[in-house]
């Protein structure tokens, strides 16, 4: 109140000077601003702070810093654009029908090359070790409980996890922690050579549907399942939900089920898988019978010779595996960005022939339908010529990345080896699909008839012929089939798409 006393003084001395009428007719005018003031004052402290005020009381959005998102190590960033996706003119030479469709695509990372052994050794080394850990805290082997978190600093409880930031004492181990160690491990019978037990390396991962959980028939409240005011809610609806779910049994064996229940809570989303994750090297004899090829089997994938050659041997299960272990260790090391990061996965059947076709859309990876280029050299590791696979420079895999990347920066996505897409296999292919970023998913229970169980394979690989390695040339597998020739490379949705004008881009050519 002192200052509005003040300020009623001041003014009345302005006004002092002229006759006592004048001088009412103003003061009474000046006091009533200031009163206006004051009321707004009020107003402001009952309905807001200052920011009303500032843009004149309109509406002008909530701000906040924008999220840059880094480039994820390893992988390439590609544009969202439009391509006619499959075979403009009929495949003369298989008789094979391949229907086109224009599709637009956002943009999303992709992993520059194939997804490498030492990459997927990493993923085997890291379930390998979190068991070890795990004895290493179980009274029956090691019985250190360092090893498990299960307070935090404060003393309170939280969920029990494994400690990583304490180390495998691999060279002076206890006697307990030797046989906790020595535990994954199994001697040939016949030639003694210790090796990991592969049967026991499982890693389980859990995935929520989203977008199963967005459909509006899932609704745990009954009144959002129809807008239509003139459908009568039936609160007691039961609605049946599928889920995957997954667990060990007696003998220590997985046993995936797909179960059926009323609709209760959210945890019917959330699904359980459990995969053993050692790649089958026996795919070396398995898939070519009468051949040689035992020396592969024992050193492909175990040699640090391969270390950059292109992981083979894995299924899709695996691969998808994968993709969730990548995202949980990527999330462990971030801060609180890490609510924006989209979980690595497998691409899209679309997504692949988007990126591999590059920026011109061209029917290879790269300019033109030759195999070589003008100083002779190939393209590609693929089978130029009957049974010559060695007339490109190599007999099986190449090391990835040693031929040119097409003109989004990615290598081999034509031969080298075949890769996994998320799709699911269709006779019809892109005429099921939809023009804007399509994706046919089923995941296929244990009862499923096999043929519901083929995914997608895209961009051939080092036994299959030139017209086999086509951007745009689709083949399957079994998604529990492993194989000598098909490996498998992640993507990633990008954090946010940015606008962009055309006129600007016109403008700055």
């Known amino acids: 109140m002192r200052t509005s006393k003040y300020t009623y003084y001041i003014l009345y001395m302005r006004h002092s000077s002229h006759d006592n009428k004048d001088a009412v007719r ?8 200031v009163l206006s003031f004051a009321s707004a004052l009020l107003l402001t402290a009952c309905m807001g702070t200052g920011r009303a005020m500032m843009n004149g009381g309109e509406v002008t959005g909530s701000r906040s810093a924008v999220f840059n998102e880094p480039t994820p190590f390893g992988m390439v960033e590609i544009k969202r654009g439009y391509l006619k996706a499959g075979l403009t003119e009929n495949d003369s030479l298989w008789g094979v029908f391949t229907p086109t469709k224009d599709i637009s695509v956002d943009g999303f990372w992709m992993d520059q090359t194939e997804v490498t052994n030492s990459m997927y050794r990493q993923f085997v080394e890291w379930v390998r070790d979190s068991i070890i850990r795990e004895r290493l805290a179980d009274p029956m082997y090691g019985g250190d409980e360092t090893y498990k978190i299960e307070t935090d600093r404060y003393g309170e409880p939280v969920t029990p996890h494994l400690n990583w930031s304490k180390p495998i004492p691999w060279r002076k181990p206890t006697e307990d922690q030797e046989r906790a160690i020595q535990s994954v491990y199994v001697r040939h019978p016949i030639d003694g050579t210790v090796m990991l037990d592969t049967k026991q390396l499982i890693y389980r991962y859990e995935i929520f549907d989203y977008e199963k959980a967005a459909l509006r028939k899932y609704r745990l409240d009954a009144k959002e399942r129809n807008l239509n005011t003139d459908y009568e809610v039936n609160p007691d609806e039961v609605v049946m939900i599928s889920k995957d779910t997954a667990y060990l049994d007696e003998n220590g064996e997985i046993v995936r089920q797909t179960i059926e229940r009323p609709l209760s809570s959210l945890y019917d989303f959330l699904n359980t898988y459990m995969v053993q994750v050692y790649p089958d090297t026996t795919c070396w004899v398995n898939d070519f019978p009468n051949a040689n090829n035992e020396p592969y089997m024992k050193l492909y994938f175990s040699s640090p010779t391969y270390n950059d050659y ?12 994968f993709c969730a272990w990548r995202t949980a260790y990527l999330l462990r090391g971030l801060g609180p960005e890490a609510r924006y990061i989209q979980r690595y996965r497998l691409p899209t059947e679309i997504e692949w022939e988007y990126a591999a076709r590059g920026k011109e859309g061209n029917p290879y990876p ?25 007339d490109d420079g190599n007999l099986i895999t190449s090391k990835a990345g040693i031929y040119g990347a097409n003109s989004n920066g ?23 699909m939809a023009d804007l970023n399509p994706q046919l998913s089923y995941n296929a229970a244990k009862e499923d008839p096999y043929l519901l169980k083929r995914k ?24 529990n089939q492993p194989r000598s020739y098909v490996g498998f490379r992640c993507v990633r949705s990008k954090a946010a798409t940015v606008s962009s004008s055309t006129d600007t881009k016109k403008k700055k050519r």
């Not at 100083?375 to 060695?390: H, L, M, R, S, V």
């Open 26 to 33: 103003s003061f009474g005018g000046l006091v009533g601003v």
């Open 310 to 321: 292109p992981v083979v041997g894995v299924t899709w299960e695996q691969a998808e595996a």
């Open 366 to 390: 790269w300019q033109g339908e030759d195999m070589k280029n003008e100083k002779g050299c190939f393209f590609a590791n693929f089978k130029p010529d009957k049974g010559n696979y060695t």
């Open 410 to 432: 990615l290598y081999d996505m034509a031969g080298n080896v075949a890769e996994w897409t998320s799709t699911v296999y269709t006779e019809s292919g892109v005429e099921a």
């Open 456 to 479: 997608s394979v895209r961009g051939g690989s080092w036994k299959d012929p030139l017209s086999y390695i086509r951007s745009a040339w689709r083949t399957w597998e079994y998604q």
